[in-house]
């Protein structure tokens, strides 16, 4: 029985207007139920690499050369969200695929009570469809929401090859799929 959740607000930063994502899991949870909440919620295909930074730690998948590279990386399955509201964190950074460089801002906004018979983790609320895998980081998606807005942009027949449909800054459903008028 899931007594306690934690709700959490994630953010992709340098993004205007914002993307963002509401979801609840039980602070039971570790980071790396986190991470595949935000792939679900983003809609990112988790094929990339992850890192959390907690203040000057970081956590993610532990290779056994992350020393000779200078960054020592904690194994994410080991820490919980209730460890991090122990120790009073509110907002931590989660980076997803480090050659795009999809930094998003992790705010734990409250820790309630469960709701009794409810599946978590949970989406809750969101705004805004999050970008593609492998689009190029965000001047990447830039280019790419352009060519997707003009019929006539040189570059859009490729980018829809590509992408493989239309792909328009639509409303979030809370699905991950663009919402229907």
């Known amino acids: 029985m899931i ?3 934690a709700r959490i607000r994630i953010t ?7 993307i963002w994502r509401r979801v609840e899991l039980p602070v039971t949870n570790s980071l790396k139920t986190l991470h595949l909440a ?3 919620c983003m809609l990112f295909e988790n094929y990339h690499l992850f890192r959390f930074e907690v203040g000057d730690a970081a956590y993610g998948i532990r ?4 020393d000779a590279f200078m960054v020592r990386t904690r194994d994410a ?3 919980r969200i209730a460890t991090l509201v122990e120790r009073r964190v509110t907002s931590f950074i ?3 695929d480090f050659g795009d460089n999809w930094r998003h801002r992790v705010e734990i906004e409250e820790v309630t009570s469960a709701i009794p018979a409810t599946d978590y983790p949970r989406f809750v609320d969101g705004e805004r469809r999050a970008p593609p895998e492998d689009v190029g980081g965000t001047p990447g998606f830039e280019e790419f ?8 942009h040189p570059e859009r ?3 829809v090859q590509w992408y493989g449909a239309i792909f328009g800054r639509v409303p979030f459903d809370g699905v991950g799929s663009p919402a229907q008028p």
């Open 145 to 152: 929401l352009k060519a997707m807005a003009k019929p006539r």
């Open 94 to 96: 989660y980076t997803y």
């Open 3 to 5: 007594d306690q959740i």
């Open 157 to 159: 027949a490729s980018m």
């Open 12 to 18: 992709l930063e340098d993004m205007k207007p914002a």
């Open 38 to 40: 935000i792939q679900a």
């Open 77 to 79: 399955a080991n820490m």
């Open 63 to 66: 290779f056994r050369d992350d």
